[in-house]
């Protein structure tokens, strides 16, 4: 029977940093498996943008270009979803979903977060199409239109401010403020941003189109895109597993600890994209997973360096054998 096979490298998560970081380390003539569990992010976006010469371009087109490059170069690509990971005398076994295990002598994990929704009726269904949060993945294509800022945080001022860069029709929805200190209102009434008291109760649709928000009070106001602060979902059994993360979903506060070459406190972890830096766009992720397999590829050629010293002195040095 013929062993099991070991990878040089498990990338856990198939969006724009774990293909990056595959091709790379197919590149460096690694054996590289991605498990995709075909969840990006971004799917629900009709494009990508800031990622230079791919501007406009649907994410599902730029992750399966990514996926063709990482075969080109004799990488793997599983479909199906890690659930746990654990190391085994210096090897890392990652389970998935389906039962089937990988062994690889390092682990990259560039699965991501979800992204949890004010609870706010019709906004889910609204995410990625005219409710967004990014002003350079989305300010181009909305500018002059009218914006609405849900406020969930006292940073949605500061949100408010920088959309006024690409419309002056700006509505600042207090939503879950209170009140505002005198500064902020101070400069929301600078830049002629409108400020709407009260929860909002609902997303107005009609003809498959946002027309506005209805408040709780029954005040209803005009709005052409929502503008919201979604919370990174990060619980993952793979990183609770390798104890990187708490049961309840706390990971070195919003985001996965790393230092700047995506290396985590667990040895022979890297992590990249938007894991470790919730604000990363799709090409600062990619450029992430880049950063993060060629650290991982330099920590392999130091062990397998380490390894061939050892093999060469015991081959020069043999053990007396025993008569």
């Known amino acids: 029977m013929a062993p099991e096979k070991i990878y040089d490298v498990v990338v856990v998560g198939g969006g724009a940093a774990g293909l990056s970081a595959a091709v790379t380390l197919s590149r460096a003539l690694r054996s590289v498996v991605v498990i995709d569990a ?47 990971a654990r190391k085994e005398a210096g090897i890392f076994i990652t389970e998935l979903q389906d039962r089937r295990s990988l062994r690889s002598r390092r682990l990259l994990i560039a699965s991501g977060f979800e992204d949890e929704l004010p609870e706010v009726t019709g906004i889910n269904k609204r995410w990625g199409r005219d409710v967004l949060h990014c002003p350079y993945c989305h300010g181009w294509e909305i500018r002059d239109r009218a914006i609405g800022i849900l406020a969930t945080e006292p940073a949605a001022v500061q949100e408010a401010l920088l959309f006024r860069q690409w419309s002056g029709n700006v509505t600042f929805f207090q939503h879950l403020l209170e009140d505002l200190d005198s500064g902020d209102r101070e400069q929301l ?93 799709v090409i600062t992720a990619a450029s992430a997973g880049v950063k993060a397999a060629t650290a991982i590829n330099a920590d392999l050629v130091d062990e397998d360096t380490r390894l061939a010293v050892e093999a060469a002195k015991r081959a020069a040095f043999p053990p007396a054998v025993l008569s």
């Not at 972890?269 to 919730?278: L, Q, R």
């Open 38 to 84: 075909g969840e990006p992010r971004n799917g629900r976006s009709p494009e990508v943008h800031g990622f230079l010469a791919h501007e406009g371009l649907p994410p599902g087109e730029l992750l399966a270009a990514g996926r063709t490059e990482v075969r080109a170069y004799g990488g793997e690509i599983l479909q199906g979803r890690a659930v746990s």
């Open 189 to 281: 009434e600078a830049r002629s941003i409108r400020v709407v008291k009260g929860r909002v109760a609902a997303l107005e649709i009609s003809q498959d189109t946002l027309r506005g928000l209805r408040v709780a009070s029954g005040q209803s106001v005009a709005c052409d895109y929502l503008v919201v602060k979604p919370t990174a979902r990060t619980e993952s059994p793979v990183l609770q597993s390798l104890g990187l993360q708490q049961a309840d979903g706390a990971a070195q506060g919003r985001h996965l600890g790393a230092d700047p070459n995506g290396l985590t406190t667990a040895a022979g972890v890297w992590a990249a994209g938007n894991i470790c830096d919730p604000t990363a766009e």
